[in-house]
Nanobody, 114 residues
Framework: VQLVESEGGLVQPGGSLRLSCAAS????????MNWVRQAPGKQREAVAS???????NYANSVKGRFTISRDNVKKTVYLQMNSLRPEDTAVYFC?????????WGQGTQVTVSS
């Protein structure tokens, strides 16, 4: 299993950014895909998830601002982040559970600052 996230970046408050996570090594269309983030000095926080049929779930802190989606042909999951806030600054990870084991991407830094 391999998960490779796109580059994050530095964004001003109120700005937008889209992350992607390219997956390989498993039957992508069969699994729930997740985005998780970890802010400095804090525990990892589940941000959003999308099931194999496209049902989504979000943390309260990002509802209405972030959108998770997936492309089963490209084997890629996306996280569209709008109205970004300084408190969204974190390392963002893609995660999937396959065969009872969690697999993580390498993480990508998102910094929201003026």
């Amino acid at each position: 299993v391999q998960l490779v996230e796109s580059e994050g970046g530095l964004v001003q408050p109120g700005g937008s950014l889209r992350l992607s996570c390219a997956a390989s090594g498993f039957t992508f269309s069969s699994y729930v895909m997740n985005w998780v983030r970890q802010a400095p000095g804090k525990q990892r926080e589940a941000v959003a998830s999308v099931t194999n049929d496209g049902s989504t779930n979000y943390a309260n802190s990002v509802k209405g601002r972030f959108t998770i989606s997936r492309d089963n042909v490209k084997k890629t999951v996306y996280l569209q982040m709008n109205s970004l806030r300084p408190e969204d600054t974190a390392v963002y990870f893609c995660r999937v559970a396959v065969g009872g084991r969690n697999y993580w991407g390498q993480g990508t830094q998102v910094t929201v600052s003026s």
